[in-house]
Nanobody, 124 residues
Framework: QVQLVESGGGLVQPGGSLRLSCAVS????????IGWFRQAPGKEREGVSC????????YYADSVKGRFTISRDNAKNTVYLQMNSLKPEDTAVYYC?????????????????WGQGTQVTVSS
């Protein structure tokens, strides 16, 4: 039983920045990786970024590479997604999730526990 709570979403103008947080808790916080995903209305959920629990290796979707940065604070059991140079096409509900093991790092079907999501809207 893992619980994840996202926060930090909001409305920003194109070119702006947001920092999302994902707090992880539960009976055990053991997981192989934690990832960020997003889903826009009428579109399927897509992987954005993930970070491994053991070595801290990071992975990014091509669409956000160079603009987004994933990081973690183990003492706080929190993972962050720093989003810079935001574009209207980044508008979506953003979710964090954990995986016990992975074949493909950004495949949402491999993640087991999910947060409730936080809305990010990029608009002028």
């Amino acid at each position: 039983q893992v619980q994840l709570v996202e926060s930090g979403g909001g409305l920003v103008q194109p070119g702006g920045s947001l920092r999302l947080s994902c707090a992880v808790s539960g009976f055990t916080s053991d997981y192989y990786a934690i990832g960020w995903f997003r889903q826009a209305p009428g579109k399927e959920r897509e992987g954005v970024s993930c970070i491994s629990n053991s070595d801290g290796n990071t992975y990014y979707a091509d669409s956000v590479k160079g603009r987004f940065t994933i990081s973690r604070d183990n003492a706080k059991n929190t993972v962050y997604l720093q989003m810079n140079s935001l574009k209207p096409e980044d508008t979506a509900v953003y979710y964090c999730a954990t995986a016990g093991g992975l074949l493909q790092h950004l495949n949402p079907y491999e993640y087991d526990y999910w947060g409730q999501g936080t809305q990010v809207t990029v608009s002028s």
